[in-house]
């Protein structure tokens, strides 16, 4: 006999995103069950035990296990449902509902018939095969994230000798780490021309330890017959790598920093849109998806640079839920919104003329003195002026009742930077 | 000595010189800026994070990190000690795992709760 339940809203995903909406959620009065396919809530957080986070939302520098905690407290202190261990296998929309169905060793095969359904499943790194590094294939070719949760949370130490490739955040975070346990990183090799990560961690994670950074350089080669032996880097010219100037690293272990994509195979099942721009779904100004009554929020939506913001982005949608079980008739989503020069997307996709909105924005370029400028058509809108822009940071803005109260119907708002 | 401020994303690029009149800290925005400056060119300081073993196998280790920032010089004693460690769970965010670590003033702490012992040995 499988167990259907009838329920206000499913949230999956038990991480910064899934907790905090479906806090909020609860908070309303209505009923929530959160869905985690590990053995706790918190998601990737808990691996995440350098400090860092929480300097917006709390105010203090917090690690990803104290985060995490204090939302674990919260979701528990409100009569949210928690289902751990538990793995959402597909999502089916039915006019009025969808049906979640579930299963795990501890519950069996558990169908939710929920009104609202918001996703929370964050996101994945990119691997050797996204990027397609040529070579052998022995072991000890790592994600820096599923190094971090080798090292932190199961006590393996990945290697002796490493080269990480990418300097994304967690790379870095990785390199620090490593060096701690008393391994070696033989280098950070970057293909761009700048970091990707964030300045701290460069001066925290590879200054502090004299790790080279290689920037314009790529690994071409990885070696090794049973475990890696090296790699072979080489600088690039004209976006090329310059074979004759290659020379191979001796390492025993290769992390990928290389970029994360939001983790949207389930959306699919429930044929959810997904934008290309952000790889996560296309969602209104209520963060509700292309499906009625399936929101979605965190980095399942697009990869955010901050947990706080997060945290902030999941508190909305959470609100928007509650509006939409309580039958609140939402302004109709009357206004496109597009990525212009030197932008790489925007998030929401729509907004309703005469609603207030936040926006989330991530730049392409690097710049000191910066000015953003949202456009309709030919007619400015709103402008800001930034004292720098960066990839790795998003730009988070509010336009307010009265700046929105001003678009005209059906032509879309444009944000560029200058 | 020359510094990357690290205390908000602008960056700014400090250079930090010893003068007669003390620590002189130039190519700061802010006056932030110049305090990073100066303690990094005289005391630089760092929190430390770390995970110490514990004696159950559900969860074989539980992090830390130091309630305060520990001279950089002092790291890499503060972490030897604590790989050193092994505790008992359960373990309660906040509490204390170790006491004036090393000397240096700055005590450990967990950073997670974990459930008492499900039983299972350390592996």
Known sequence: MIAVKKIDSVVIGAGAAGMAAAEVIAQAGCSVALVDREEQTGGILLQCIHNGFGLHHFGRE??????????????????????????????????????????????????????????????????RGTIGIPGTRPSGVFTAGLAQRLLNIEGYIPGRRAVIIGSGDIGLIMARRLTWVGSEVA?????????????????????????????????????????????????????????????????????????????????????VTISPNTG??????????????????????????????????AQRCGGHVVDYLRNKIPAAASVAVEAGANIKYVTPNQCAAGTAQHFYLRPLVIREKAKLAVMQGQTPVFSRNLSHVRPAEMISIDLDNKIMGGLELDRPLTFSIR | MEYVCIVCPNGCRLTVEPTQEGVVVKGHKCPKGEAYGRDEFIDPRRVVTAAVRTSDASYPFAP????????????????????????DLPVRRGAMCCTDCCGTGASIVFTRTLPPSSGGGAP
């Not at chain 1, 969808?98 to 691997?127: D, K, P, Q, W």
């Open chain 1, 62 to 127: 917090l690690t990803g296990p104290e985060y995490a905690d204090e939302f674990s407290e919260r979701v528990r202190a409100f009569p949210v449902e928690i289902f751990l261990e538990t793995t959402v296998v597909n999502i089916v929309p039915h006019p009025g509902f969808s049906r979640v169905i579930t299963c795990s060793a501890l519950h069996g095969v558990t169908v939710f018939e929920a009104t609202t359904i918001v996703l929370a499943m964050g996101c994945r790194e990119r691997n």
């Open chain 2, 64 to 87: 830390v990190k130091s309630d305060r920032p520990v001279a950089k010089k002092d790291v890499d004693a503060v972490l030897r000690h604590l790989y050193r460690l092994t505790v």
């Open chain 1, 187 to 271: 280098a950070v090799v970057e293909i761009l021309p700048h970091p990707s990560g964030l300045t701290r961690n460069i001066v925290q994670c590879l200054q502090d330890f004299s790790i080279p950074l290689l920037l314009s350089h790529a690994v071409t080669q990885i070696y090794g017959k049973d475990r890696v032996e090296g790699v072979e880097v080489a600088p690039l010219e004209n976006g090329v790598p310059v074979a004759e100037k290659a020379r191979i690293v001796a390492c025993d272990t290769v992390l990928l920093s290389v970029g994360l994509i939001p983790e949207n195979e389930l959306s699919c099942t429930a044929g």
């Open chain 1, 280 to 313: 996560g779904p296309v969602v209104d100004h209520r963060l509700q998806t292309s499906a009625a009554g399936i929101f979605a929020c965190g980095n399942v939506l697009h990869v955010h640079d901050l947990v706080d913001f997060v945290t902030e982005e």
